[in-house]
């Protein structure tokens, strides 16, 4: 028994070196052999065989020698980024989004395809033969993809394989098969507020705690809560964009009336034939009807980040595309106006402007896939 239990404690030792190498590697991108052994303290046998293992399942490769400081030059030993990819892949009413990423998180390539959303048979081929030809087209060296996640604006089983509340695209009881079926990688669904938290978090790891609203032509929300998004019993938990903000006001396609969404959400604010581009030209020229407008929004606004922040005092990120066209100015509005209004008013700037709003937010359904897979090897 004793022999038994030092074997698995010298497996253990050697498992925990290699994956300590491994993050090492990863964290700094590329380093040597010599900077290994001193920064872990591991004798070089030990770092030779064990990077013999992480160059044998493709984790790292040689990129050439350091400069020379006087003795022999150095190996420069890289971390495999693009060993293994992940795609996302967003589908709206009016168009589909195509993204890759690989182990870092990084954006290889993306590309949108305008064509209005069907729940037909013959829609998710059309999709599926782009996802297939958009990854045909990348570099041969590129490693295998570990999965596919699809963005839908709705509410998604908790296994990820089922659409259980989808009004805004008519598509609940969207079993994800009807992709599946037609990919050869595992895929999974997810709620577009949980694909956008996902992406904050990554780029932002100093976020711990916060009610994030996810802001475009529709509106959703996400608790972040220990830095990852808080799914609640029915991935309901930040489904705040039906909360009654006005009772008895105006329709929602939810069927209630005065809802969050049909305040806060850019359609909301924008008229039927506006683009926010002109909202925003008109808005920056200081046009007074404009002005009118945006401040009457940013009300609104206002008093939705006040309710929930009664509930729970957490940072508020307004992220979207609400979050590429806020000004500094626009956020002391927010703030003063909750100052002024609010049963309990806080001095601190709680409310903070998304710096990832830009980035697609497919790249978000990708993201588990490289975290589960880093989980394994780090």
């Excluded at 070089?44 to 044998?56: F, G, M, S, W």
């Excluded at 022999?72 to 589908?91: H, Q, V």
């Excluded at 039927?272 to 909202?279: D, G, K, V």
């Excluded at 940013?298 to 509930?311: G, T």
């Amino acid at each position: 028994m004793d022999e038994s239990m030092n074997k698995n404690s010298l497996n253990e030792l050697k498992q925990t070196n290699i994956n300590n190498v491994c993050h090492y590697i990863y964290q700094v991108r590329s380093t040597s052999k010599q900077d290994i052994g001193q920064q872990l303290n591991l004798s070089r046998p030990t770092v030779n065989q064990i990077l013999q293992k992480l160059e044998e399942h493709n984790l790292i490769e040689k990129s050439g020698y350091f400069s020379s400081t006087g003795g022999r030059k150095a190996e420069i030993l890289s971390f495999c980024a693009n060993s293994k990819l992940a795609l996302g892949i967003e589908i709206l009413k009016d168009s589909y989004e195509i993204t890759v990423i690989n182990l870092y998180g990084e954006i290889l390539k993306s590309e949108k395809y305008m064509l209005s959303f069907q729940n037909t048979p013959e829609y998710f081929q059309k999709v599926c033969t782009d996802i297939l030809s958009f990854t045909d087209s990348l570099p041969e060296n590129y490693g295998e993809i570990l999965g596919a996640g699809i963005v839908l604006q709705g509410l998604i089983s908790s296994d990820g394989t089922r659409v259980t509340y989808g009004k805004i695209l008519d598509c609940t009881g969207l079993d994800v098969s009807s992709f599946s079926s037609h990919l050869p990688w595992p895929c999974k669904m997810i709620h577009d507020a949980e694909s956008a938290a996902n992406i904050e978090l990554w780029e932002n790891p100093a976020v711990s705690d916060a009610i994030f609203f996810h802001i475009r032509n529709n509106m959703s929300g996400a608790l972040i809560v220990n830095s990852s998004f808080l799914p609640g019993k029915e991935l309901k938990s930040g489904v705040f964009e039906h909360m009654t903000l006005i009772p008895d006001g105006r329709p929602c396609y939810c069927g209630k009336k005065g809802c969050v969404e049909t305040y806060c959400s850019l359609q909301a604010l924008l008229k039927p034939t506006e683009s926010l581009e002109a909202f925003m030209y008109q808005l920056r020229l200081d046009n007074l009807v404009y002005r009118e407008r945006w401040n009457e929004y940013l009300i609104y606004l206002a008093k939705a980040i006040d309710n929930l922040h009664m509930v729970i005092d957490y940072d508020v990120i307004l992220g979207g595309t609400l979050g590429q066209v806020l000004s500094s100015s626009d956020i002391r509005f927010l703030h003063e106006f909750i100052k002024k209004n609010s049963a309990f008013p806080s001095q601190r700037k709680f409310i903070k402007i998304s710096h990832t709003a830009s980035i697609p937010n497919a790249k978000g359904a990708a993201l588990p896939f490289v975290r589960e897979f880093l989980d394994i090897i780090l």
